[in-house]
């Protein structure tokens, strides 16, 4: 059964992840299984050398997996992440999807993949999750 009981409260509980949501991450869709993000590239996402900030592509990375494993268990943090760049992208927005590949007792994992508009494989990443107890 999912924590969140809509895509509403789970945006309004992620209005706490400030960093994400005040450079563009936006939570598109949510199920117990599957989390869709979006992010539309401006100027603030640049790096030097004019593509898209890898720490950027992260954090909308980062929001995908905790919006989808906080909506099974809250809390859950990321515990560790292996992240590969593929390609640049050429678009204008950006799409990570975090679907869940194990719901353990403690501990879960995700994978991540991200597009952009133009149908490119930008990044990919694996996110194992640890699930906090509950205090008491």
């Known amino acids: 059964m999912a924590v969140f009981q809509s895509l509403e409260d789970a945006r309004a509980y992620f209005e706490g992840d400030r960093f994400a949501l005040e450079n563009g991450v936006v939570i598109e869709s949510l199920s117990e299984d599957r989390c869709v993000c979006s992010l539309a590239l401006t100027d603030r996402h640049s790096n030097a050398e004019g593509g898209v900030m890898g720490g950027a592509i992260f954090t909308l990375i980062d929001l995908a997996f905790a919006a989808a494993a906080n909506n099974v268990h809250r809390p859950t943090v990321a515990q560790q992440v292996s992240m590969n760049f593929l390609s640049g992208t050429r678009g204008a927005r950006l799409t990570a999807t975090a679907s869940c590949r194990k719901d353990g007792r ?17 990044a990919q990443a694996v996110i194992t999750g640890f699930k906090i107890p509950p205090k008491g």
């Open 106 to 122: 403690t501990s879960c994992v995700y994978n991540v993949d991200v597009t952009d508009d133009l149908g490119r494989d930008i």
